[in-house]
Every structure is written in structure tokens, then in C-alpha cells.
């Protein structure tokens, strides 16, 4: 089979290119821009049906190519859009289709750090380079050293032999200080421990919720000393002024003062008038005297008497009147003054009593709220003026509001606070009294949680958790954790172990097909002999190293990657003949070749030229692009085809 025909209707900036192709050797020339790469990228599209290249530098035209190619066989086969050789299955043998090859130039010309991979996979399909890869990353997986597959020590595998060495030590430890413990009953101490610990927590619960009773009892008090102030002052506003109380006190101490004085001026008051009567009748006797004995004396004695006693009289009297009059306007003030309080009746004893019971009332009043406040800035630690202690208590109280948890129904004690302070307190010291016992116990239990927590064994087992070993029965939690990293560990490095065992044999299973490419029926060493004039007769492969070695005609020996470029791409260029070759066991198959040979000198580019000339002689069709005049000039030396020249694209 062989391609007869390309016809490219529109591919990118390629239109309406048709190419008649020959049997054996068909080169195809064109300058730069002229459509070459993209008239092989349109046939290999067409061939394979993919739509993105696989060569380097091409899918330059995001677009399907429009277009056919015929093949030749028995008969024509016309590939239309949208179809490749394999829609024509079985009318086409899927062994012609193996039968077609690609060369491009990156084909040979492989970096030095990637030669002997890269050959190895593209001459035989070998993927040693993979498996290599694959091993290091089980290797780092595993964390094996190289040499003998043992676990790495290093700080990437933070020092993985020396913990998991420590951890089978510390799993031993544990183990046999579990029956220490069994043997001396620190079980039992350790139970007794336990429990007081339990019971100590269980008294602190209810120390701090007796402190947070407290606080609400404080603060219910607190409410209520603000709430009594408040009720205290609006009493206070309902009663008369202090002012008036006041002077209405006094008032009533004069008048009750002066009432034992009134009485004896009400007295005296009447004695003066009885005075002045007797007076006038003893003057009016002795005037009678007088009269009737007409005697001279009594007639001077009687007005001077009579007016001695009468103005004596009349003082007493009038003093006695201004007294009482005082005392009546006072009362009289006071009455009115009771009228204000709201004393309906007119009597000094009912005046006397509202105003004392007011007094009172207010007193009573005026020292709850001093008490109160005094109260409230010892509870609340206030250092404000008395004026301005509500004010801030009030916000205080709402601060405290928020923190504590009103609705909590237990009622505070002080002796029972008491009682529980004094209870933790001997609990603490028992417990602190049973620890020294176990002192050297407790010692060890911490020494094994930090040699555990040394062993870092959350990195590894991708778990997080902190295992605190307070107790002897912490000891089987310990040990199981050590249990599984040290299993998980091993598991890991066996499974590893293995997998690097199957893939050691699978890369010398690899490594063997490279060496049956240069067995005693090599061709390629003859192509290579050919093509270098004879100056190297042989091709070796050493499987170890998995370097390719070629032998000089002189004796000595080289590795490939030491030859020059030139040298380099005939070996690579035999390797692949004798390659194909072997693959369709001795029968002809269809080359597409990218000017492969633009590193040779002419001499061997005719070297290579006559290589081609053997395979079209054995039927094989050749198509080669290139752009260079050496490659068509020892093309009609070996062809009688001829050249097909692309114009540039406009």
C-alpha cells in the first residue's frame, strides 16, 4: 500500500494543493513558508484522525483540513473528509497500517541527559525511564535508602529508622512497667487518686457555682438597695419639707415650753383682777373711813394705797395678758401649721404626734438611704460622691447583668461556701499526699509521654491526636499507637520492598529488549558500518549502566553520547531502519521523513541516500520534506522520481 495522491483543498493558508506521488523515494521541496510542515501535518491529521499534532511545532492551523489522500493497493482507497485508514477496517489490514513511520529532525536529535531513555523508549516501546521514575518516587515513598532498602535516617524523613527503633523500645518499656504496676498495686493508688480527683472537680463545680450564687445574691441585694433608695426618696417627697417639720418642731418646743408658764400667767391674770377689785373695795372702805371719822390720815393713806395697789395689780395683769396672748397666737400658728400637715382636729397633742411620727418617717428614710449607699459602694467598690453612687451602680449592675447567668436556681450559703472551701482543700492535700506516694510512678508515665511525643507519629500516620499519659491505663492506648505506626511503617516499607522487586524485573525485562536490537543479526550495525565508511563495526548495549556502546574498527570503544552529531543521528537513523525492519519481519513499509538530515555533511548524506535507496528497492515508499539543495541533488542520484516542488504560499 502506498499513498498515490494528496489533494489539500483548504488547510490554514494552504489552498489548492494537489501532489501526484511515485513509488520508492518521492521528495517533496519547498523554501520557508512554502507548506511543507503544514502539507505533513494535513496528511498525518488525515491518516491518524486526530486533530492535535504530536510533533513539536506544529498545530500551528486550529481548523480541520479539508481535503482527501488515495492509496494505492489492489485497488484505490479515497480517504474523504472526516475519515482515516481505519474506517476502512478489515477492507485495509491494520498491518499495513502499522506499517507507516515518522521521522522528524527532534527524532534525532535528543538531549545528551535524556539519550539513552528516550532511545530506549522510542526504539522499543521500553519505559525504563518511567520505571525509574516510578522507583525513586516508591523509594521516596517508602523512605528506603537505595543501596540496601532499608528505612531512611534522614532529616526528610525525620530520622525514620532511629524512631521507629524507639518506638519498638518504648512498646517493650511499656509493656514490662505495665506488670510492675500489677506487681506493686499502684493500680489501686492510682483508682484512690482518680476518684478524689473526680470529687475534686465535682466540689469546685459547686464552689463556683455557690461564687456565681454569690454574685447574683450580691447583685439581687444591690437591686434591691437601689430599689429601697428609690422607695425611700419618693416617700420622702410625699411628706412636708424637712424645713417645715423643723420649724414646726420648734415652734412646739417653745410652746410646750412656755405652757407651764401660761398656766401660772392665766393664774396671775385672774389674781391681778381679784387684786384690783379688792383694791377698789379697800379704797372704797377706807374712803368710807374717812367719811364717817373725818380723819386726815386716812384721807392721805387711802388714794396713795389705793393707787400703789391698783398699778401694782395692773403691771401683774398686763404682763400676765401679753404672756398668754403670745402663747395663744402661738398656738394658734401651730393649729394652722397642723391644718397644712392635714390635722383635721384643732388639738397640740395630734399636731405634736404626725409631727413626730413625720420626723421619724423621714429619719427612718434618710438612713436606709445612707445605709444603702454605704452598702452599695462597699459591694460595688465605689469612690464617687453619694450624689452620683446610684448613677454608677446602676451601670455597674448592668455590666455584672451580662456576665453571670441570673437564671441559675441554686440558693448562696456562706456556710456552705465555707464547707466546700475547707473540703477541697483537704481533698487537694490528700491527693497531693497519694501523688508523692506515686511521684516516681508519675515520673515514669511522663518520661514515656515525651519519649511518645518525640516519635512525632502524627507525620507519619497522617492522624492528628495528642496522647496525654497521666494514668496506667493510658499505657494500652500507648501501646497500641506504637503498634500501629510500627506496623504501618513496616507495611509500608514491605509493600515498597515489593513493588521495587516487580519493577526491578520488569526494567531488566525492558532492559533485554534493547539487547536484542543488537544481536549477531544486527542490522543496524551494518547500516552504521555503511553509513561511517567502516569506521565503527559494532553496537553494544550494557543493560547495567544502560548505556549503548559502539565498537571502532581501530579496537577501541566509545559510549553514543560521545560521538559527534552527525555520528550520533546515523546510529540513531541505522537503529531505526533495522527497527522497522524487525518489525515488519523483512516486508516493505511507508516512510514520512522531516528532513532528518540536516546535521550530515554531503558525504553522509549520501551514505544516508543510499540507505534510502535499499528501502525503496525493497518496495518501501519514502516521502521527505525538506528545504535543503543537498538533499534533492543525492535524490536524482538514487531516483529516477521526480522532484516535487511546493510554491510559497501567498
Excluded at 148 to 155: C, E, K, M, P, V
Excluded at 249 to 274: G, P, R
Excluded at 606 to 612: G, H, V
Aim: with cysteine.
Amino acid at each position: 500500500m502506498r499513498v498515490k495522491r494528496i489533494k489539500v483543498d483548504r488547510y490554514g493558508p494552504l489552498k489548492n494543493l494537489d501532489l501526484n506521488l511515485n513509488p520508492g523515494i518521492n521528495v517533496i521541496y519547498g523554501l520557508n513558508e512554502s507548506g511543507k510542515s503544514l502539507t505533513m501535518d494535513f496528511l498525518l491529521k488525515k491518516l491518524s484522525k486526530k486533530q492535535k499534532a504530536q510533533y513539536k511545532r506544529e498545530d500551528r492551523v486550529n481548523e480541520k483540513p479539508e481535503g482527501y489522500i488515495i492509496f494505492h493497493d489492489t485497488d484505490d482507497i479515497k480517504l474523504e473528509p472526516n475519515q482515516c485508514l481505519t474506517d476502512f477496517l478489515p477492507k485495509i489490514k491494520d498491518a499495513d497500517i502499522c506499517r507507516i513511520f515518522v521521522m522528524k529532525d527532534s527524532d534525532l536529535n535528543i538531549p545528551d541527559s535524556k539519550y539513552y531513555s528516550d532511545i530506549t523508549y522510542r526504539l522499543t516501546g521500553s519505559r525504563t525511564a518511567d520505571i525509574d521514575k516510578i522507583k525513586v518516587k516508591i523509594l521516596e515513598y517508602g523512605f528506603l535508602t537505595k543501596s540496601n532498602l532499608g528505612l531512611l535516617n534522614t532529616s526528610k524523613s525525620s530520622n525514620l529508622r532511629d524512631r521507629v527503633k524507639d518506638a519498638n523500645t518504648l512498646k517493650r518499656d511499656a509493656s514490662k512497667y505495665i506488670i510492675e504496676i500489677e506487681e506493686n498495686n499502684i493500680r489501686v493508688l492510682e483508682g484512690r487518686i482518680f476518684t478524689n480527683k473526680i470529687k475534686l472537680k465535682q466540689m469546685e463545680e459547686d464552689l463556683k457555682k455557690q461564687k456565681v450564687a454569690k454574685q447574683i445574691h450580691e447583685f439581687e441585694k444591690n437591686k434591691e438597695a437601689i430599689d429601697e433608695i428609690g422607695l425611700c426618696k419618693a416617700n420622702i417627697e410625699t411628706l412636708p419639707k424637712a424645713d417645715f417639720l423643723n420649724s414646726l418642731k420648734v415652734k412646739l418646743s417653745e410652746y410646750i415650753t412656755n405652757e407651764i408658764s401660761y398656766q401660772n400667767h392665766s393664774k396671775i391674770s385672774k389674781f391681778s383682777i381679784w387684786g384690783i377689785i379688792l383694791s377698789f373695795l379697800f379704797c372704797f372702805v377706807y374712803w368710807l373711813a374717812w367719811i364717817f371719822t373725818t380723819q386726815p390720815v386716812i384721807g392721805i393713806i387711802t388714794p396713795i394705797m389705793t393707787s400703789f395697789f391698783l398699778l401694782s395689780y395692773s403691771i401683774l395683769w398686763f404682763i400676765a395678758y401679753y404672756r398668754m396672748k403670745t402663747q395663744n397666737e402661738l398656738r394658734d400658728e401651730i393649729i394652722e401649721k397642723g391644718k397644712e400637715m392635714g390635722v383635721v382636729e384643732e388639738t397640740i397633742e395630734k399636731i405634736e404626734e404626725l409631727l413626730e411620727s413625720n420626723l421619724e418617717s423621714i429619719d427612718e428614710c434618710n438612713d436606709k438611704i445612707t445605709e444603702n449607699i454605704g452598702a452599695l459602694k462597699r459591694s460595688l467598690d465605689l469612690i464617687v460622691d453619694s450624689e452620683k453612687v446610684i448613677e454608677q451602680a446602676e451601670k455597674e449592675l448592668l455590666e455584672i447583668e451580662g456576665k453571670i447567668d441570673l437564671k441559675l436556681r441554686i440558693k448562696y450559703k456562706q456556710s456552705k461556701v465555707d464547707a466546700l472551701e475547707k473540703s477541697i482543700s483537704d481533698l487537694r492535700n490528700e491527693i497531693s499526699t497519694s501523688e508523692g506516694d506515686l511521684k516516681q510512678h508519675s515520673e515514669k508515665l511522663y518520661e514515656f509521654s515525651r519519649r511518645f511525643s518525640k516519635l512525632k507519629i502524627s507525620l507519619s500516620l497522617n492522624e492528628e491526636f495528642d496522647l496525654h499519659i497521666e494514668n496506667s491505663d493510658s499505657l494500652p492506648v500507648l501501646i497500641e499507637k506504637l503498634h500501629q505506626f510500627i506496623s504501618f511503617i513496616e507495611n509500608r516499607a514491605t509493600t515498597c520492598r515489593n513493588a521495587l522487586e516487580i519493577f526491578n524485573k520488569i526494567s531488566n525485562e525492558e532492559k533485554e529488549k534493547i539487547n536484542q536490537l543488537f544481536d549477531e543479526d544486527n542490522v543496524s550495525i551494518e547500516l552504521f558500518n555503511e553509513m561511517t565508511k567502516g569506521k565503527y563495526d559494532n553496537i553494544m548495549f550494557e543493560s547495567e549502566s544502560g548505556n549503548i556502546i559502539v565498537k571502532e574498527s581501530s579496537g577501541g570503544e566509545k559510549s553514543a553520547y560521545k560521538l559527534s552529531e552527525g555520528a550520533y543521528d546515523q546510529l540513531y537513523f541505522a537503529i531505526r531502519v533495522d527497527l522497522a525492519q524487525r518489525i515488519l519481519d523483512g516486508d516493505s513499509g511507508f516512510l514520512i521523513m522531516d528532513d532528518i538530515f540536516l546535521s550530515y555533511d554531503i558525504d553522509r548524506l549520501t551514505e544516508a541516500f543510499t540507505i534510502l535507496k535499499k528501502l525503496a528497492d525493497m518496495n518501501w515508499q519514502i516521502i521527505y520534506f525538506t528545504a535543503k539543495d543537498e538533499v534533492c541533488k543525492q535524490f536524482s542520484k538514487v531516483s529516477e522520481n521526480k522532484l516535487i516542488k511546493l510554491e510559497p504560499l501567498e
